[in-house]
């Protein structure tokens, strides 16, 4: 069990208990099954929890104005990151986390159950094969990813699953304005726009900044290719 507790502003003492536990069940099985580089609670706090929850005020921003709700799709979320933050701080979203490695997604699911996330569901499987089923393809309001590959990757792995008038949220580095340059052409040519730089800070003021892409037409059939294509040769080259 960890000593320290986590606080941010704005959750309730339910999902302050959430994070709490689900930063021991990390702590715990980490041990056992090497899920994240991250293994001290102060760390997970800072790293997981308050970096995932960065999103927060853009997604109150972003949520669109509908009845059922707003589905959100987080990419290669490793062990749940940013997928399950904030499917604690956001009861009111459906998320979806994807995840290509087996233990991770079942200590997803073992969390899920553990925290009662009824709002939340693991899958396991790659972006390039998912993004060709009906209920994935084109399906989600906002996409998310962090650290999983540089832009011009990552975004034919992400813009397939946006709706159109949706978004994609890329976690990236203090200064990605030289890597969203370089990726215009290929967000361009899967029906994306660059929207804006979100700039935010973590503890010693490191800044961080998640770039907001929008889905404004549907990506052609072509894409997502195999993913030693994409690698091979990212679009926009
Ligand atoms: C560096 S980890 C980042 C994990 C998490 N997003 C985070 O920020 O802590 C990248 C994860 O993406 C997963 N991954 C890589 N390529 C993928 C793909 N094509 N489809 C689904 N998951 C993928 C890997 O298994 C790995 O767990």
Do not use: C
């Amino acid at each position: 069990m960890t000593t320290h507790k986590f606080q941010y502003t704005g959750l309730n003492e339910d999902q302050l208990t959430k994070f709490n536990q689900l930063a021991d069940l990390l702590v715990d099985q980490n041990r056992v099954h090497n899920l994240t580089t991250i293994t001290a609670a102060e760390d997970i706090y800072a790293r997981h929890f308050v970096d995932s929850l960065a999103a927060l005020e853009l997604l109150d921003e972003l949520k669109p104005e509908q009845s059922e709700p707003p589905r959100l799709l987080d990419i290669g979320s490793g062990a749940g990151f940013p997928a399950l933050p904030l499917a604690i701080a956001l009861p009111d979203w459906d998320i979806t986390s994807l995840e290509a490695t087996g233990k991770k997604v079942r200590f997803q699911e073992h969390a899920r159950n553990s925290l009662n996330l009824t709002n939340f569901t693991a899958r396991q499987g790659r972006a390039e094969i998912l993004a060709r089923e009906d209920t994935y393809r084109e399906n989600f309001d906002v996409v998310t990813a962090r650290a999983l590959a540089e832009l011009r990757v990552l975004a034919e792995l992400t813009i397939p699953f946006v709706r159109v008038g949706g978004h994609f949220l890329a976690w990236k580095g203090p200064d990605p304005a030289e890597e969203v340059d370089s990726a215009r052409q290929a967000i361009q040519l899967l029906g994306g726009r660059v929207r804006k730089f979100y700039d935010y800070q973590l503890a010693q003021n490191r800044k961080f900044t998640i770039v907001v892409i929008k889905k404004v037409t549907m990506t052609p059939a072509e894409y997502p290719r195999e993913f030693k294509n994409i690698k091979k040769s990212p679009l926009g080259e």
